[in-house]
């Protein structure tokens, strides 16, 4: 009989590529791996042989990830580009995925009708359309979908013994190992091995007159008959595993993975954190949750009993925290390093076969009459309609999840950031992106200059960020005291990293980028804001480079695409014949094996309806207490809840909504007033905790105690806030809260003040600067230094004055010795100095020696996030003696000095006063900064303060300090002997600018204030501007 074409393949793969060739162009950029693979294949592109990597985490090795998918998109990208590169193999991947679920099905089901229903079940699979769209792994794809492919011959080698057949699995498996690692090597667990099971079953059984007489003797006797082609089979996929990427190995023993484990959503408890039971359970499974008693039903039949047991291993893995079986099966080391959906995405892989025969049976087959004869046509006719909407309602979904919930920032111009990067010898420097999200890694592809950052965590070796559960500095935000902590260590000592320039597309680190002492640039036209640091010398011409072996360089940049080209040249005239039906191809064992399905069994229907409806009501209980606890008016604590909810994601209009109809603020007003408040609250915190406590509550009335914590840049914010509640019209509502009207004397005001600006090149050349171009560093002066020690913390404190005309940018560093002079510790001042001095301005300051957190093994992280965490060196030695190393550059931003101390006084609540802003900028963040004196007034101790409100032009704000108890600090050394400014000795400085100066001028500032330990208190005033005008 003539082999005809299969109509449903045909139909998968024009309806596929139609579909997913035609989304991917809007959903793959915006997935979280596709452009970190564009990266990758950039560096092929342009450095194919050499592996080493600068321009992430000062350089990594890219053979800490499989080259095969980057390779390809490398060249094809001579063609049409890196994105030309990328989408190609994208739409390559979709149609070996189709076409590898049709072969796969059919050797599972022996029939090309239930296989061309697994390739039409493929497009529509919800597993498939999140790992593409949604997670854009690319070598996962390809590599699972060229293992589907190797699964027939595989079994062809192990059932006939011939050797085609075992060079055909074996160079399909060469393809599979070169894209991706953990594919085959969890798919000879989970795949091969059972796969190599089934064949030999299958053999057992021709021995046999039925599955019943086949015995476990019989079934050992022929697994003994097989046994060498199994061995040889199993060492040859080791062999390949091995070689195939063998400098990834070696290169895995040599730098093995040592960092903190980094939180994943796979791993969470879903029931528990619904979000990622969402993403990483329902939406995998889908319509499939509904035939999970089928699926196990047909797996644990005789002939697929070992897919039986590996879809139930991979079912239960895939739970991830949900269930302690995972972490008790993998260890605490597997669990944490593993991804666990990928085990989701294999076990629903894995039943896509028996979900086509389900399908087979349902549409025409023996399901069908059986649902006929039972419950009638119609009801056929619905539940068949209800399975395909719900898989159709699956990918919909899915597709638009990134839509609805985006994972990634907009999408940023990049063109502006790459020109800047290579105008005027700014790639001499690094940079680092903040708020890119994983757009970063196409920034890195289109320039060569390089980051701090990087976004392939299994390669770096940095220790401010493998010491730290994060994945990225540039989303620091979002992993709490972890993502912070590494991002003020780089911003406080950038020189260590040759850092320079940060581009900001989140206002939220503006505050911590102005108090480590950076200054805004410019900001470029795609709204990328820059921000500088000066005194950080470029980077080194001869940088560090871990090389390898040349022989591994060479396997590296030749094995991965001649495993292609032998796969071709091997499988490619049965991919011809297979095409164009040119000549009659045997038929294979396994189609002989087909099951005549006629009889489905009547009870595996009934308990079939019975999980459905189980599924159903969870499903629905879920929905149920979804709608309760988020129906914003049904209650006096929701409705407290949405408020807050609406004001952190500054939804002011939904929260207005929530306001007492009957106090008559219109929505007009209330967005005027939400407009004028400004600071630290306001502008950049992010609600992290909300604790509601409701009392005197009536049928109509109730009132509700708020504790709040926000999370800012820069520290904790805790509130308690009152609310009077009401219920009309069964709706509670918040009555509304009064407005300060702090009134300003003058409508318009004026204020004059000098200004500053400096040319940088005033001749456009290409030359580096011209010497008459290099302004002379304003002169500093350290009037005092100190090493204390206070509450087991080291600390370096002292005073320092700008001595010069003209504005300073002030760096200060502090070093530790022990008496022998050896190297304990150096540090950054970071928040406690003003780092902008005008021109005889003097500042406190203090330097507090952070240590790397957490790189104990034996520390324990954090539960919740926390700015003000601060992990002190741990010193071996006992600090005794210090050096200080301070330079200034001319400043000409961040000068605003308009902002005054009032009507100061002392309570019981600790001192209270007034901030008045006299100038003609508003202040968003204002800092005071209070050193404390002794009797002597000699500098013991310096804090600071951060006012959570801003200062509107001509208002004034209250704030509220309490002091500290200082009876437990010891000063260790008082010393001006080590300290340096802009390179040269302070004591020259001192004796040749104030020879004669008259310390009795800054002891007058002082307060006298008798407090536990120190004798006098003095506040100083720093100001963050958010938007200057």
């Known amino acids: 009989m003539e082999k005809k074409t299969n109509t449903l393949l045909i139909l998968a793969l024009i309806v596929g590529l139609a579909f997913h060739g035609s989304a991917i162009f809007f959903t793959l950029e915006s997935t979280y791996d596709a452009l970190i693979h564009l990266f990758f294949a950039d560096h092929y592109a342009n450095s194919w042989f050499d592996p080493w990597e600068y321009r992430w985490y000062t350089g990594f090795t890219v053979q800490s990830y499989p080259p095969l998918v980057h390779q390809l998109i490398g060249i094809l990208s001579y063609i049409g580009g890196l994105k030309f590169g990328m989408y190609a193999v994208a739409l390559i991947a979709i149609v070996l995925f189709i076409t590898g679920a049709y072969r796969y099905t059919l050797l599972m089901t022996g029939s090309r009708r239930i296989a061309g229903y697994g390739a039409v079940m493929a497009v529509f699979s919800s597993t498939f359309v999140e790992t593409l769209h949604i997670f854009g792994q690319l070598p996962s794809v390809s590599a699972l979908s060229i293992l589907l492919h190797a699964m027939t011959e595989i079994y062809l080698w192990i059932k006939t013994g011939k050797t085609r057949y075992f060079i055909t699995s074996a160079t399909m498996l060469a393809v599979t190992v070169t894209s991706h690692h953990v594919t085959p090597l969890f798919g000879m667990v989970f795949f091969i091995a059972p796969l190599m099971g089934m064949a030999v079953m299958d053999a057992a059984r021709e021995k046999v007159n039925s599955y019943k007489a086949l015995t476990f003797k019989v079934f050992w006797g022929t697994t003994l008959q097989h046994f060498w082609r199994i061995a040889k089979f199993g060492g040859t996929a080791i062999f390949l595993l091995v070689f195939c990427i063998f400098p990834y190995w070696y290169n895995s023993k040599r730098n093995p993975i040592t960092q903190v484990a980094i939180p994943h959503g796979s791993r969470d408890n879903f029931l528990e954190v619904t979000s990622s039971g969402l993403v990483f359970f329902i939406i995998p499974w889908g319509v499939f949750l509904f035939i999970l008693p089928y699926f196990f039903y047909r797996y644990f039949s005789k002939r697929y009993v070992f897919f039986g047991l590996s879809f139930a291993l991979l079912t239960i893995l895939g739970t991830g925290g949900t269930t302690p079986i995972p972490l008790m099966m993998l260890g605490e080391t597997a669990f944490n390093i593993l991804t666990l959906d990928r085990f989701t995405l294999w076990a629903t892989i894995m039943a896509l076969p028996i979900f086509a025969e389900f399908a087979y049976r349902m549409v025409e087959g023996d399901l069908k009459v059986l649902i006929q004869s039972k419950f009638g046509g119609v009801y056929h006719r619905v539940l068949g309609g209800l399975i395909a909407g719900g898989m159709l309602f699956m990918v919909l979904f899915t597709m638009t999840l990134g839509y609805f919930r985006p994972s990634q920032p907009a999408k940023i111009k990049m063109l502006p950031i790459v020109n800047f990067l290579g105008a005027d010898s700014h790639d001499s420097w690094r940079y680092l992106p903040l708020g890119f999200g994983d757009q970063m890694a196409w920034l890195s592809a289109q320039s060569g200059a390089m980051t701090v950052d990087g976004n392939y965590h299994s390669a770096r070796r940095l220790p401010e960020l493998t010491t730290r559960a994060i994945e990225r500095i540039e989303n620091s935000k979002f992993r709490g005291v972890e993502g912070i902590g590494s991002l003020q260590q780089f911003l406080t000592v950038p020189e260590k990293y040759n850092l320079k320039y940060i581009f900001s597309n989140d206002k939220f680190y503006d505050p911590i980028l102005y108090y480590c002492g950076w200054q805004r640039l410019q900001q470029l036209e795609n709204g990328i804001m820059v921000w500088e640091k000066l005194n950080v010398a470029p980077i080194p011409q001869i940088m560090p480079k871990q090389d390898v072996p040349t022989i591994m360089k060479i396997m590296w940049g030749v094995i991965p695409l001649t495993t292609v080209l032998i796969a071709i040249f091997v499988n490619i005239q049965m991919i011809w014949v297979r095409l164009l039906k040119s000549r009659k191809t045997p038929v294979h064992s396994f189609m002989k094996l087909e099951l005549p399905y006629n009889r489905f069994p009547p009870k595996l229907l009934t308990f079939s309806h019975w999980w459905a409806l189980l599924i159903l009501i969870c499903l629905g209980y879920g929905m149920y207490i979804f709608y309760v606890k988020n129906v914003a008016q049904l209650s006096p604590t929701n409705v407290v809840e949405s408020y807050y909810d609406a004001l952190d994601f500054k939804e002011f209009s939904t929260a207005h909504s929530y306001i007492d109809p009957e106090d008559h603020i219109d929505i007009a007003q209330y967005m005027l007033e939400v407009s004028v408040t400004d600071g630290i609250l306001s502008s950049y915190a992010k609600l992290d905790s909300l604790g509601i406590e409701i009392y005197d509550e009536t049928e109509n009335s109730a009132k509700a105690k708020v504790a709040t914590r926000w999370i800012t840049p820069l520290e904790n914010v805790f509130n308690n806030d009152y609310h009077e509640l009401v219920k009309r019209k069964n709706k509670w509502y918040i009555k509304s809260v009064k407005v300060d009207n702090d009134i300003p004397p003058d409508q318009l005001f004026t204020a004059n003040g000098t200004t500053y600006y400096n040319h940088g090149r005033r001749k456009i050349t290409t030359q580096e600067t011209y010497h008459e171009d290099v302004l002379k560093q304003p002169v500093l002066e350290i009037l005092s230094a100190k090493l204390v020690k206070y509450k087991g913390q080291y600390s370096v404190i002292g005073e320092l004055q700008n001595v010069d005309n003209t504005p300073a940018d002030v760096v200060i560093k502090a070093t530790l010795y022990n008496d022998n002079d050896k190297e304990l510790a150096n540090y950054n ?201």
């Open 829 to 1029: 001042a970071k928040h406690q100095i003003k780092h902008k001095l005008m021109p005889k301005e003097t500042t406190t300051f203090k330097i507090n020696f952070e240590g790397i957190a957490w790189s104990s093994t034996k520390d324990t992280l954090p539960p919740t996030f926390d700015p003000d965490q601060f992990t002190p060196v741990s010193f071996e030695e006992q600090p005794t003696k210090f050096n200080l190393q301070s330079a200034g550059n001319t400043a000409n931003t961040d000068l605003y000095k308009h902002v005054a101390l009032q009507d100061l006084k002392y309570t019981d609540q600790g001192f209270e006063g007034v901030l008045f802003n006299s100038g003609v900028q508003e202040v968003t963040i204002p800092q005071l900064i209070i050193s404390y004196y002794d009797e002597n007034s000699e500098l013991l101790w310096v804090d600071h303060k951060f006012i959570t409100e801003g200062v509107r032009i001509q208002r004034k704000q209250f704030f509220n300090y309490k002091p500290l108890a200082l009876d437990s600090l010891e000063v260790i050394s008082s010393s001006l002997e080590n300290c340096f400014v802009n390179g040269l000795p302070n004591k020259a400085i001192a004796d040749k600018i104030f020879p004669d100066r008259k310390l009795i001028h800054g002891k007058q500032q002082s307060q006298p204030f008798n407090g536990k330990g120190y004798d006098y208190v003095k506040f100083e005033i720093n100001s963050y501007i958010g938007n200057p005008k």
